[in-house]
């Protein structure tokens, strides 16, 4: 991999970004509406219930900001990909000497940056406003933000690839996959109050382990790492699995002639 | 294959065949394209043009067939071969979203220009468009992107380009602007150039060599002079419409 090559991928968005200040209101201002919402209801909550009840409900507001990395991570290489598409840029990119693998270390990269602007935007605001500190969660919140990272990845390679091959009329893919796993991956509530149907689904997926980890931590102040190995062991498969299928994806598209299509509609 | 002309081949097709759903867009095409030297693919929309450059390009896997690049396979040599070539098209645009020098700079990172700032510069004063460097590239007219597009695709000094239609939608005095910098560009640093239009003046300015094609196949091949002599016409366009007229003429 050749990492002037990523760089320059990474500055297209950094041009984008710092040209177009409108840009940033999806990192900022959709995650800030989040915010508000679940923070408002938690200290609606905590007024209302018990005293134990009110201080675990603390709870969603770090859901909500974890959440928002895993979908940060994705958006940053869908809509990467997607951005291409709009501008017609695609096939400029696919016939200069860009590796595969490096432009999606591009939009891996992207996502990172994503990333670190909104959760510096929410982890202010819900420390100033409600009080709520994300670094309770301490040194946990390394492998939390690592995991919900790497599924980021995984999901955004899973909804570009599918995007490649349905076209552009599937472009809602790009925000839709993560909400799809949402329900399941014990976000705001705990696997075990969740349908038994369900449960074996949830512990599929990396990132419940996180958000299961998450409380364990805010009410305890430590969870058993074992659920952490298992959240990389799960990430590892999803990003293998992920990335084979978005080559393959590419592979076909190449195969069936209709990249250019796809590029120039 | 006897090749008559002692210049280096730096690009080769050899039965390059390419079927969508059964049909075949490319049939058995096989060409070369040597050091210095601007060859225009011709031919009616459907005979195979973009097709072949789409493969030449590595975006369009053939069905059978070999390609290569300054003697190497292209589909193990990918991005060697892209690093030495570049390619612009009027129908694929630099982000709209970017400035026309920040659309620059990104390419010229991608391809390790050295000096990008000096290249950028001097391209941008060689197609005269200095003054647009600080515009947003999708407030551009069209002769206006096209110029972007050709400084991106001269960036990294190519010793291939693939030019897809480059004076599609111009008006005739950018198109002769543009017909002239590429005639100067390939004259000064030898840049072999695979061509496509529809203009027959674009061809007959800008082209050494010409190859027609018919339902993906080539049904001539030579200068413009000789293509002209061989199908006793008056010109080119009478070529290109008796070819495209008739599905069965072959050399």
């Known amino acids: ?265 | 294959m006897s090749d008559p002309d002692p210049r280096e081949v730096i690009l080769e097709a050899r039965d390059l065949t390419r079927e969508f759903d059964g049909v075949k867009a490319l049939d058995r095409l096989s060409l070369r394209l040597h050091r210095g030297e601007i060859l225009g693919l011709l031919g009616a929309n459907g005979a195979g043009k973009t097709t072949a450059m789409n493969c030449m390009l590595g975006l369009t896997l053939p069905t059978s067939g070999q390609l290569s690049a300054f003697g190497k396979p292209l589909h193990k040599h990918r991005i060697e071969i892209l690093q030495r070539a570049n390619f612009s098209s009027a129908y694929v645009s630099l982000p709209g979203n970017l400035k026309v020098w920040q659309n620059l700079v990104v390419f010229a990172k991608i391809y390790g220009v050295r000096d990008a700032k000096r290249k950028i510069a001097g391209l941008l004063d060689l197609l005269e468009i200095a003054h647009l460097a600080d515009r947003v590239t999708g407030q551009l007219s069209a002769g206006e992107s096209t110029r972007v597009n050709l400084c991106k695709a001269f960036l990294n000094d190519p010793e291939l380009l693939m030019l897809d239609e480059p004076t599609a939608s111009l008006d005739p005095d950018i198109a002769d602007k543009v017909r002239k910098v590429v005639r100067r560009v390939q004259a000064e640093r030898g840049i072999g150039i695979l061509y496509t239009s529809h203009n027959m003046r674009d061809i007959e300015e800008v082209c050494d060599r010409v190859i027609f094609l018919h339902k993906g196949r080539i049904v001539a091949e030579g200068t413009p002079d000789q293509i002209v002599q061989k199908f006793a016409e008056n010109s080119l366009e009478d070529v290109f419409i008796k070819i495209a007229r008739s599905g069965d003429i072959e050399e």
Do not use: H
């Open chain 1, 1 to 265: 991999m050749n990492l002037r090559v990523i760089w320059a991928l990474v500055l297209r968005y950094i041009f984008l970004y710092t040209r177009n200040p409108i840009r940033l209101v999806e990192m900022v201002f959709w995650p800030l509406v989040d915010l508000l919402v679940w923070g408002n209801l938690t200290l609606f909550l905590q007024r209302n219930t018990s005293q134990e009840f009110g201080g675990f409900i603390l709870f969603l507001l770090g859901a909500m900001i974890l959440w928002d990395i895993l979908f940060r991570a994705q958006q940053g290489v869908a809509i990467s990909f997607l951005e291409d598409v709009w501008t017609r840029n695609l096939l400029n990119v696919f016939v200069a000497p860009v590796r595969t693998t490096e432009y999606l270390a591009a939009t891996f990269m992207v996502g990172v940056l994503r990333i670190c602007v909104t959760g510096v935007v929410l982890g202010l605001v819900s420390w100033l406003a409600y009080q709520f500190n994300l670094f309770t969660l301490e040194w946990w919140l390394v492998p939390f933000f690592l995991n919900l990272m790497l599924f980021g990845w995984s999901l955004g390679m899973i909804s570009t690839a599918l995007i490649l091959r349905w076209g552009q009329a599937a472009e809602s893919l790009a925000w839709a996959v993560p909400f799809f796993i949402q329900p399941v991956v014990a976000v705001f509530y705990p696997v075990a109050d969740m349908p038994a149907w369900s449960q074996p689904l949830a512990w599929s997926f990396p990132a419940t382990y996180v958000f299961e980890g998450m409380r364990d931590v805010m009410q305890t102040g430590t969870m058993a790492t074992g659920l952490l190995v298992k959240a990389v062991l799960l990430n590892l498969v999803y990003l293998v699995a992920a990335g084979a299928l978005f080559f393959q994806i590419l592979r076909l598209t190449r195969k069936r002639g209709l990249l250019t299509k796809f590029a120039t509609q």
